[in-house]
């Protein structure tokens, strides 16, 4: 029996946008109460003064990997990176092997998240195999257990099967996901295409690849009326359309990654491997624009696209390795350190951009993004002034291709609690 006391805990409450000290007992799994100087006998006590007790992480885009992949992640490591870094649930990708088009991967990895346990919330293909073809059996999948359907690390580039797609998902209230990325106009590009591009030799990827995907598909939004949510923007112009879209009340929404709002390409100079990531880090004022547009809530929230690959894959040359970066167990140190303490944005506003907003989007019950007695206890103990380096001997993900490795960072998970269940970390 799960009988935890929190007490003296100061609550960073993203519905009422206040701060407040609070004693918090979770029993059975749940929030039992809320309130000052509580006494509970039996209970694991848990000192808190001096840490933020937020609503628990969530993240609407991780790659876990498994089936196919294990060597590079699975789901029980990758969930314990997410817990480390104060994640409490995560929409999972489907680019996995074999892809996630049918009934019994969706249920192979809702089963292995429970024995973590860990909150996933599947995402399911666009379209059979990821190739772009044929649509997937929605229905199907979102009976198994779907949220989302994407093709994550392809954009389906057929106008009218991606029409069809929207149209398919809106029947099924079923957000759909979109990587946005014209390959053609990428055209194995590895890196930005700018300045730097040119003085490292290497091939680059135009702003536009990314601004003439996020456009038709806003428009097909238009059409058909689909609930859409467009992946990790990089581009000044994106955050552009996509303010203009909800400034025309479409149903649009949109996240940025740690990476996008803190590096720019000039990170690739010495070709380390793990500043390679798609899309590839912009120009400073595209960075600029990505942290206004969170600002002022254009972007909706902070994801990280954690990408585990194997040492092996990205020790080769910066043209040969595989695109993608780890992020579960540094986003949220990432945040604080260049949001909060550096530019002053309020604790609030970074729970609302990394648990409050992904949960709406996902249409979650009280359980997550907010702290209320009764609800399930998903939460996050911070110590948001505690200063460290970012190690790899530290991270429980398999994978170690950080872009932010040695990087001194400004704020650290304390606790998370997942399902009532407590993860300390020292």
């Not at 992946?231 to 879209?245: F, G, I, M, N, P």
């Not at 590096?263 to 990531?277: F, H, P, R, S």
Request: a negative charge.
């Amino acid at each position: 029996m799960i009988n935890i006391l929190i007490r003296q805990a100061k609550r960073v409450d993203p519905v009422s946008q206040k701060e407040d000290v609070i004693d918090l007992h979770i029993k059975s799994g749940k929030i039992a109460d809320i309130g000052s100087n509580l006494s509970i006998p039996d209970a694991e006590i848990v000192e808190a003064k001096g840490l933020h007790l937020f609503p628990g992480l969530i993240d609407l885009h991780t790659h876990f990997r498994e089936p196919g992949f294990e060597a590079k992640e699975t789901i029980a490591s990758g969930a314990q990176a997410a817990l480390r870094g104060g994640f409490v649930a995560s929409v999972s990708m489907p680019n996995t092997n074999p892809p996630c088009d049918h009934q019994s991967v969706i249920d192979n990895i809702i089963r292995k998240a429970k024995e973590v346990p860990y909150h996933i919330f599947p995402s399911g293909t666009i379209s059979k195999g990821r190739e772009g073809k044929e649509l997937s059996e929605m229905a199907d999948l979102q009976n198994a257990g779907i949220v989302a359907v994407t093709d994550d690390g392809d954009w389906v580039e057929d106008s009218l099967l991606m029409r069809r797609a929207m149209e398919y998902a809106s029947m099924l209230d079923l957000i759909v996901m979109s990587h946005c990325e014209d390959k053609k106009l990428a055209a194995k590009g590895v890196m930005n295409e700018g300045f730097n591009s040119t003085q490292f030799g290497m091939r680059g990827i135009p702003s536009a690849s990314e601004e003439v995907a996020v456009s038709r598909d806003i428009e097909l939004v238009r059409l058909t009326g689909a609930k859409l949510h467009l992946c990790h923007l990089s581009t000044a112009r994106s955050v552009e359309l996509v303010r203009r879209a909800k400034a025309e009340k479409l149903s649009v929404t949109a996240e940025v990654t740690p990476h996008h709002l803190t590096l720019t390409d000039d990170a690739v100079e010495g070709y380390n491997t793990n500043t390679k990531m798609n899309p590839p880090l912009r120009t400073a004022a595209d960075v600029e624009a990505l942290r206004e547009g969170l600002h002022d809530g254009t972007i909706d929230c902070v994801s990280t696209d954690h990408a585990p690959h194997t040492q092996e894959e990205k020790m080769l040359e910066f043209d040969q390795a595989p695109f993608g970066v780890i992020g579960l167990e540094t986003a949220l140190a990432i945040v604080l350190t260049e949001l909060h303490h550096q530019k002053k944005w309020p604790l609030v506003k970074i729970a609302q951009i990394m648990s409050l907003r992904p949960a709406e989007i996902l249409k979650l019950n009280s359980g997550f993004g907010r702290i209320e007695k009764g609800a399930q206890a998903n939460l996050t103990l911070v110590d948001v002034n505690r200063e460290w380096a970012v190690s790899a001997e530290d991270f429980s993900s398999k994978s170690r291709n950080s872009c932010f490795m040695k990087r001194k960072l400004k704020g650290k998970v304390a606790a998370t609690i997942c399902a009532g269940k407590l993860w300390k970390y020292s």
